[in-house]
Each structure stands twice: as C-alpha cells, then as structure tokens.
C-alpha cells in the first residue's frame, strides 16, 4: 500500500471539503486528536471542520515534509488563513471574525489500517505560538 498516496488523498479531500469523499478515508474506529485531551470520532470531526472552514474559509495548507514509517505518514504542515466568520466549536461560545490572519505550523500523524483507512489522525502543535 502507498501510504503516502494514501496521505495526499485524505489530506486533498479535507482541504477541498469533499466530506463524503474525506469520510470514505476513516475506519469505522477512527478518531482525531487535534488538541490534548480531545479525542473525536468521525460527527465530531465533521462538525470540528466545517467550523473551522467557516470562521477561515481561505484555509490552504502547503505540506512541507511526508515521512512515512510502515502503516504511519508523518507530515510536517503550514497552515495560512484569514479568520472571517464566526467560530464555534461544539457547545463553546461563538467567536465573532476578527479579519486576523491565521499562520500555524504543525504536525500530522495518519495512521493506517491494512485496507488503507485512516484509524487515528494527531496533531501536535505549539498552542501557545497558536494563540499568540
């Protein structure tokens, strides 16, 4: 299996917001950790990532570096945007746009099962440098 094919297929897929598409990539037990302590299933990532294209709906991201060890794909990600709509994650209240531009780099982690489904999607980030 090509797993960074595989990577460049999920990663294309959420970045154009072709959800059916994205959501064909996710085993059944997926789960996405974008910040300590958060732990999403599949809804609950759909619901984390339409919010964040509404608040940047110019989001890109440029992946810098693809390191693929075994059933894993390591990216190193820059991602630029400007934040124009109202952001609200789940129960949280609801962040007006503030016409800030957003520049953040991080680390993505996909790992694959044997029919080359994403079963755990991580991120790591400096969060402090984030909110700054």
């Not at 709906?57 to 820059?78: F, K, M, Q, S």
């Not at 709509?85 to 746009?97: H, N, S, T, V």
Request: charged fraction near 20%.
């Amino acid at each position: 299996m090509d797993i960074a094919a595989r990577f460049t297929a999920v990663n294309e897929a959420w970045t154009g917001q072709q959800w059916d598409a994205w959501r064909a990539t996710c085993a059944p037990a997926y789960t996405f950790r974008p910040l300590p302590g958060w732990q999403l299933d599949v809804p609950e990532t759909l619901a984390w990532s339409r919010a964040v294209f509404t608040a940047y709906p110019d989001y890109r991201e440029t992946v810098r570096h693809l390191h693929v060890a075994g059933d894993t794909a390591i990216a190193e990600v820059a991602g630029t945007a400007t934040h124009t709509g109202p952001l609200r994650l789940f129960d949280g209240p609801e962040l007006p746009p503030t016409g800030r531009p957003l520049r953040h780099e991080y680390v993505k982690v996909l790992v694959f099962d044997d029919a080359g489904l994403v079963t755990e999607d991580r991120q790591y980030l400096d969060l402090a440098a984030f909110l700054g």
